[in-house]
């Protein structure tokens, strides 16, 4: 596998993460009414934060 493959993949898997957390939370709205899931989310500091820290200035 070539580290342009690795990264497709690795990028669908982080896709598929993202979608199964969005269709959770879809669910969970529709079907009992409530945002527990939110519970679990990051808030907007942690995410700009993580965001901050992996931050590259290499990439065209």
């Known amino acids: ?21 969005l269709m959770r939370a879809a669910e969970d709205v ?5 945002f527990t899931y939110a519970a679990d989310a990051p808030t907007g500091a942690v995410i700009s934060k993580f965001l901050a820290d992996h931050a590259t200035t290499d990439r065209q």
């Open 1 to 21: 596998m070539s580290v342009t493959e690795f990264a497709a993949s690795a990028w669908v898997a982080e896709a598929r993460a993202a979608c199964g957390g």
């Open 30 to 34: 529709q079907k009992f009414g409530t």
